[in-house]
């Protein structure tokens, strides 16, 4: 079992920068593939970034290319997004997910996590 617990959400003006924390109870952490994703009310969770369990594959959806960086610290248990130049559109909830790596790849799709932190809300105003 791992507990994800996200924070550094806040409201920052477009153009601006925040990182998001997700810290994870597991001490096996370092054996688990992570991810970032994101929902608005009323539409699904979609994939943000993610990061294979040593840390040396990403992937990121192409809306956040260039603007956002995901990274992990596995002797500290935690990962994070850093995310800068943010739109009015990066506006959402953000979570961090964590799949039970059965290899060194990394996941894209909501349904192959297997655990979930609670989200933080990101609000960037215009």
């Known amino acids: 079992q791992v507990q994800l617990v996200e924070s550094g959400g806040g409201l920052v003006q477009a153009g601006g920068s925040l990182r998001l924390s997700c810290a994870a109870s597991?001490?096996?952490?370092?054996?688990?593939?992570m991810g970032w994703f994101r929902q608005v009310p009323g539409k699904e969770r979609e994939f943000v970034a993610a990061?294979?369990?040593?840390?040396?594959?990403?992937v990121y959806a192409d809306s956040v290319k260039g603007r956002f960086t995901i990274t992990r610290d596995n002797n500290k248990n935690t990962l994070y997004l850093q995310m800068d130049s943010l739109r009015p559109e990066d506006t959402a909830v953000y979570y961090c997910?964590?799949?039970?790596?059965?290899?060194?790849?990394?996941?894209?799709?909501?349904?192959?996590?297997?655990?979930w932190g609670q989200g933080t809300q990101v609000t960037v105003s215009s």
């Open positions: 997910a964590a799949q039970a790596a059965t290899g060194a790849g990394v996941f894209m799709r909501v349904y192959e996590y297997h655990y």
């Open positions: 597991a001490r096996t952490f370092s054996s688990y593939a």
């Open positions: 990061i294979s369990w040593s840390g040396g594959m990403t």
